[in-house]
C-alpha cells in the first residue's frame, strides 16, 4: 500500500487539491455550493436567524460530494485533509470567480 503525503501547508496543499477537482461539472457543483454558503452565511448576519447558520453545510458539503461522487468519481480531499480542504475551497471559489483557475481545466 502507498503512503499518503502529509501536507505542511495550506500553500503545499491547494495543487494537490485543484488536481482532486479536475472535472468541470465538480468546480461547478463546489463553485455553487460556496456561493450559496457564502449567501446564507450573509442572511445570517443580516437576520439573525439560525436556519441560515444551520444549512451551511449541507449547502457546501452537498453539492461539493454530489461533483466528487457522480463526476469527478473521487473521495473528497476533506475526509482526510478538512481544514485544508475548506481553506482550499473558499480560495479556489475565488480563483475561478477572478478567472485565475478555468471551470474545464485543460487536462
Known amino acids: 500500500m502507498m503512503e499518503q503525503k502529509t501536507y505542511k501547508s495550506l500553500k ?4 494537490f487539491y485543484l ?16 456561493g450559496l454558503v457564502l449567501l446564507s ?6 437576520t439573525f436567524n439560525f436556519w441560515f447558520l ?5 449547502l457546501g458539503y452537498g453539492f ?15 475526509f482526510q485533509y ?3 480542504s475548506l481553506a482550499s475551497d473558499f480560495i479556489m471559489f475565488w480563483d475561478l470567480l477572478r478567472g485565475k483557475e478555468a471551470f474545464y ?3
Open 12 to 15: 503545499e496543499f491547494y495543487p
Open 19 to 34: 488536481t482532486e477537482h479536475q472535472d468541470g461539472t465538480c468546480r461547478i457543483l463546489h463553485f455553487i455550493g460556496t
Open 41 to 46: 452565511f450573509l442572511i445570517f448576519l443580516l
Open 54 to 58: 444551520g444549512i451551511i453545510p449541507f
Open 64 to 78: 461539493a460530494w454530489v461533483g466528487h461522487f457522480f463526476f469527478e468519481q473521487n473521495k473528497p480531499a476533506t
Open 82 to 84: 478538512p481544514g485544508y
Open 105 to 107: 481545466p485543460r487536462k
